[in-house]
DNA sequence: GTCAACCTTGATAACGTTATCATTTTAGGG
DNA sequence: CCCTAAAATGATAACGTTATCAAGGTTGAC
C-alpha cells in the first residue's frame, strides 16, 4: 500500500541497476552514465512518482546539510540582518539553517553545543555570548565566530572593525568642533565596553584634550533590547541634567544612541543644535527616529554572507585549513542627528 | 580506529544485547527494564562514549524533530518576536526549527515547501506569502497558518483580531473628540488593505458622520521595511500639507505610523497635540520614536507559542484532527502619540 | 584482429538505529 | 512447588541510500 517509492521501484521499472538509477537520480557532478540511460530513468522516476528520501541520504552520508546559527537573541534588532545574509548565502549553496538564541547565557550557549553536535549539523556560525566560550564542546563541528575581539584570535572569525569605526565617529565630530563628547556604553557584560573606554581616553589624549570629568556613562547591560533601552534611559536621564551639557554623544550602540535622542528630546535639548548624537549598528530604528540616527553602520548582511561562505569554504576543505581573520570595515551613516559643535 | 562508538559497542562492553542497550538509551517513556540492567548499560555507555547517531534514527523513524516556518522576510521587524515565541515553544519540546524566507514571492514559497516535503520535517508554521496560495505541494506535511484572515477560514491558524484591534483604536480616538480620523494603508499586495477600507467607511457610517474627503492615504507596497516606511513618509509628506488636517492618522502597521510621526515633526506639526498618531503591531522602533508611538499592540511572542503548540498538537494527533482556528486579542498599547482632539 | 584503456553499468555491503517477534526470566496464585 | 501470565531481554530484519569494487562494453591504436 502506501509505501514510499523507493531508488528500487524506479530500477524496476526502467529495468536498470539501482546503482545507476542512484547515480542519474541523486549523483554528484561527477557523473558518468549516457545520456539514453539518464533519460530512461529520469521518465521511469516520473513515472512511479519517486521522491528521494533526505534522510536515507543524510544517514548514508553522514551528513545534513544543515548549519546552525548560535546568537544572543533574534529580537535583538541587531541580528534579523546578520541571519539574512546567512541564510541567503547558504540557501545558494544547498544548506539550510537552524538558528538558536543563548540570551547570552553560556550555559544555554553549552547546550546548544551540545545540540549541534548530537544532530550532526555540518557546521556553525556563532557569535560567542561570552569572552570564554568554551568551543571544545563542539568537538569536530567546523564552525567559524562572529566578532572582530582580540579574545578570539585563535579562530576563525568575521567581524567589522569596530575600533576604527568608533574611531571614524569621534574623528569627525572633532572635525565638527565638538571638545566635550562624551562616551555611552553598555555594562560590563558586554566585552566591547572596556576597548571603547580605552580607545575613547587614547582619543583625547592624541588630540592633547584633557578628558573633563563626568563624561562616560555606563547602564545596566540587559538582555533584551526594550530592556536595554529602559536602562538607558534611566542613565541619560541624570546625565543630560548636568550642566553645562556635552556637545556631542558618542554611544556604543543604536539603542544607547535613541535612548539619548529620546531623552534629548523630551527634555527639549535641540538635537542636533545643541547635542549631537551618535550611535553604532545601523538597525531599522534609528532610521525611524526625529531626527534619524546618525550611526557607525556595520553592514550586517555582509558579514552574514562572508561568514556563511568562510564557514562553506572550511567545510569543504578539512584539512589545510588556515585560520582566518576577516575584518570589514564600518561606514559613518550621516543621518540627522549630528552636526557641528 | 576513529570509528564512531554505536550502540553495539555499549552492548559488547556490558554483556546485553543491542536491543536493550537501545531502549535504555533510546527508548521511549515506555520502557521495561530493570534499574540494575538500565545501570549497567549507562555505566557502559559512559565508558565506551557512546553518542547516540541521530541521523541514523531520524533514518529509521522517519521524523526529524523539526518544523519549518515560512515567514515572508525576518528583516521584517514583525517576525523576529513571532519567531522567538515559536522557538522557545519548539525547543521545550525537543524540536529545532528552520526558518525560511520567501520575500512575499509566492514562487519561493513554493520551493520552500517542496523543500520541507524532501527534507521531511515534521511540520510547519507559514504566514503566507499571498492570499492563494497552494497548500497541497506541502502533501502530508501538518502545518498551521500565521493569518486571522477569512480567506483561510478552511485551514488551521492562529492569528490576533485585526478587525477588533482596529475598531478599539478608531473608537479610543473618537472618544478622545477626533472627528477627522485618516486612514494609511499599505498598497494592494498586502491581503488585508481592503478590509482596512470597509472597517473604516463603516465606522464613520456607524457614528452617524459623513466621511471627509481624502481621508484615505495608500502607499505602495515595498519588500523591505526601510523601502516601505521611505514609501510611506513621501505619501505623508504630500498628504500632511492639505488644509485643514486630520487630527488623526490611524496607520494599518507600526511602519507607517512611525513614517507619518517622522514628518510629522518635520513640518513642526505636535504630535500628539496638534495630529494624534495610531500605529498597529508593537514593534520596537515605536518605543523608540519621539514621542513614542501609541499603537494596537499584537502579541506576537503569544502567537508565535501558540502556534507552535497547535502545530505540535496535530503532529501528535494525525487523525480525527479538527480544524482549529485561534484567535487573540490585540491591546490598544498607549504611549505618546495620541491625545485629545 | 587484438589488446589495453577507458567508459558504463551491475551487484552488494554497509550505515546505526528502531521495531517486531521470539525467548527467557520473574512474579504470583493456587 | 508448579503453572500461568506478565515482565524483561534477545535475535534479527528492516529503513533507502551511497560507495566500493567487479564486470561488461566500447573505442582506438598498432
Redesign the pocket.
Known amino acids: 500500500m502506501g509505501?514510499?517509492t523507493?531508488?528500487?521501484d524506479v530500477a524496476k521499472e526502467c529495468?536498470?541497476?539501482?546503482?545507476?538509477v542512484?547515480?542519474v537520480?541523486?549523483g554528484?557532478k561527477d557523473i558518468?552514465?549516457?545520456e539514453?540511460?539518464r533519460e530512461r530513468v529520469l521518465k521511469a522516476a516520473q513515472k512511479v512518482g519517486?521522491r528521494?528520501?533526505a534522510l536515507?541520504?543524510n544517514?548514508?552520508?553522514q551528513q545534513t546539510n544543515t548549519i546552525a546559527i548560535s546568537i544572543a537573541d533574534i529580537t535583538n534588532p541587531f541580528f534579523p540582518e546578520l541571519i539574512k545574509g546567512i541564510q541567503d548565502k547558504m540557501r545558494d549553496c544547498g544548506y539550510s539553517v537552524i538558528q538558536l538564541n543563548n540570551e547570552w547565557n553560556p550555559d544555554i550557549e553549552q547546550e546548544h553545543f551540545q545540540y549541534m553536535v548530537q544532530t550532526c549539523v555540518d557546521g556553525a556560525i556563532i557569535s560567542p555570548s561570552h569572552p570564554m566560550t568554551n568551543f571544545d564542546t563542539l568537538e569536530t563541528v567546523p564552525f567559524i565566530l562572529l566578532t572582530n575581539s582580540d579574545l578570539f584570535s585563535n579562530y576563525d572569525t568575521v567581524g567589522n572593525d569596530s575600533k576604527a569605526g568608533m574611531r571614524i565617529a569621534l574623528e569627525h565630530l572633532y572635525g565638527l568642533g565638538h571638545r566635550r563628547i562624551a562616551l555611552l556604553v553598555g555594562g560590563s557584560m558586554s566585552s566591547g565596553s572596556s576597548w571603547r573606554r580605552d580607545l575613547f581616553c587614547e582619543f583625547y589624549r592624541e588630540k592633547g584634550m584633557s578628558l573633563p570629568a563626568n563624561m562616560q556613562v555606563a547602564c545596566d547591560f540587559s538582555v533584551s533590547s526594550t530592556a536595554s533601552f529602559v536602562q538607558a534611559r534611566k542613565s541619560m536621564e541624570n546625565f543630560l541634567s548636568q550642566n553645562p551639557l556635552p556637545t556631542a554623544v558618542f554611544a556604543s550602540n543604536d539603542i544607547l544612541g535613541l535612548a539619548t535622542l529620546q531623552v534629548a528630546n523630551e527634555k527639549g535639548i535641540q538635537v542636533p543644535e545643541q547635542l549631537s548624537i551618535v550611535g553604532m549598528d545601523g538597525i531599522f530604528s534609528g532610521e525611524v527616529s526625529s531626527p534619524p540616527l546618525t550611526t557607525v553602520k556595520k553592514n550586517r548582511a555582509e558579514i552574514g554572507r562572508m561568514a556563511a561562505q568562510t564557514l562553506i569554504d572550511k567545510i569543504k576543505k578539512p584539512q589545510g585549513w588556515q585560520t582566518k581573520r576577516l575584518v570589514l570595515p564600518c561606514k559613518l551613516l550621516e543621518r540627522g542627528s549630528m552636526g557641528p559643535a
Request: glycine share 4%.
Open positions: 509505501r514510499r523507493t531508488i528500487i529495468g536498470l541497476s539501482q546503482a545507476t542512484a547515480r537520480l541523486n554528484q558518468q552514465v549516457k539514453k540511460t519517486y528521494r528520501n536515507a541520504a544517514f548514508r552520508r
